[in-house]
Nanobody, 121 residues
Framework: DVQLQAFGGGSVQSGGYLRLSCAAS????????MKWFRQAPGKEREFVGE????????YYDDSVLDRFTISRDNAKNTLYLQMNSLKPEDTAVYYC??????????????WGQGTQVTVSS
């Protein structure tokens, strides 16, 4: 079975940091482009950032640029999201997703279960 399990969330104060991980299993992780999304209460899900299958390209939403860093370890089938200088507006459930690098345009192939991040002022 395909599984994407995000973990590492928690509660921190503004200015703090967290590192999220997303453990993948059941598919060829190293062939998949990976993304992080988040959804705050009462808001639509939004894109956070992405990393190419080989880790050589990353892209971030402007709201997290220069604060968040996405990385991956294909040997460990794990995706990471390092979040620094956290702000209350970063409070959300964070999800990881995967899409095959040769896949057709469209949404992710797989969605993971989210992890809650809460930032207090």
């Amino acid at each position: 079975d395909v599984q994407l399990q995000a973990f590492g969330g928690g509660s921190v104060q503004s200015g703090g940091y967290l590192r999220l991980s997303c453990a993948a299993s059941g598919f060829s992780f190293s062939s998949y482009d990976m993304k992080w999304f988040r959804q705050a209460p009462g808001k639509e899900r939004e894109f956070v950032g992405e990393i190419a299958w080989n880790g050589k390209l990353t892209y971030y939403d402007d709201s997290v640029l220069d604060r968040f860093t996405i990385s991956r370890d294909n040997a460990k089938n794990t995706l990471y999201l390092q979040m620094n200088s956290l702000k209350p507006e970063d409070t959300a459930v964070y999800y990881c997703t995967g899409k095959h690098r040769l896949g057709v345009a469209g949404g992710p192939d797989y969605w993971g279960q989210g992890t809650q991040v809460t930032v207090s002022s």
